[in-house]
T-cell receptor, first 115, second 115 residues
Framework: EAGVAQSPRYKIIEKRQSVAFWCNPI?????LYWYQQILGQGPKLLIQ????????DSQLPKDRFSAERLKGVDSTLKIQPAKLEDSAVYLC?????????????FGSGTQLSVL | AQTVTQSQPEMSVQEAETVTLSCTYD???????LFWYKQPPSRQMILVIR????KQQNATENRFSVNFQKAAKSFSLKISDSQLGDAAMYFC????????????WGAGTKLIIKP
């Protein structure tokens, strides 16, 4: 079974530039999450999708971050414009069944450095 | 709001020895789940072990076991016969069983295995 695919693996940009991350979840997984993991901290949920609908985006900085999940499969997360404090690892995770018995599968993340 | 605290930023253990990682949490709920995740340098979060709060029996997975003390709100991870491949960041996480299935994460503990 193929895992959660993310690209790119690393990205270095200057502040005020734009950047996009891509995630391909495990086939058949309806739920998709984007997390931000700042160095030395646990992951912080940015947005949760159920199929192509947003379940929770309460912690997404909507003035600069946007995410979409067209056709309920692949997802992209965009930052425009980037700030220094956006430097972090961006993790994508997916699950087949949302709820009590949910098991998350994570990708290897994209490490973003904003200079 | 629920919180998860990992008070040990870093732990080290000799190969083949046993090590215990600490985790405490705060919640007013009686029904919830607790998790330990491993994050190796590849950055992919891997589920190590899961505990349902309503179960008194401590969960075990091969060399990994937990000491779940519900009244004390403590959830420690014991790794027996430590191996070099166990070296990673370990994150403790909490999830409500009633609503809002989001994971609440601790800050992590870096585990170093000495050969």
């Amino acid at each position: 079974e193929a895992g959660v695919a993310q690209s790119p693996r690393y990205k270095i940009i200057e502040k005020r530039q734009s950047v996009a991350f891509w995630c391909n979840p495990i086939s058949g997984h309806a739920t998709l999450y984007w997390y931000q993991q700042i160095l030395g901290q646990g992951p912080k949920l940015l947005i949760q999708f159920q199929n192509n609908g947003v379940v929770d985006d309460s912690q997404l900085p909507k003035d600069r971050f946007s995410a979409e999940r067209l056709k309920g499969v692949d997802s992209t997360l965009k930052i425009q414009p980037a700030k220094l404090e956006d430097s972090a690892v961006y993790l994508c995770a997916s699950s087949f069944l949302q709820g009590q018995n949910e098991k998350l599968f994570f990708g290897s993340g994209t490490q973003l450095s904003v200079l | 709001a629920q919180t998860v605290t990992q008070s040990q930023p870093e732990m080290s253990v000799q190969e083949a020895e046993t090590v215990t990682l600490s985790c405490t949490y705060d919640t007013s709920e009686s029904d919830y789940y607790l998790f330990w995740y491993k994050q190796p340098p590849s950055r992919q979060m891997i589920l190590v072990i899961r505990q349902e709060a309503y179960k008194q029996q401590n969960a075990t997975e091969n060399r990994f076991s937990v000491n779940f003390q519900k009244a004390a709100k403590s959830f420690s991870l014991k790794i027996s016969d430590s191996q070099l491949g166990d070296a990673a960041m370990y994150f403790c996480a909490y999830r409500s069983a009633n609503s809002n299935y989001q994971l609440i994460w601790g800050a992590g503990t870096k585990l170093i295995i000495k050969p």
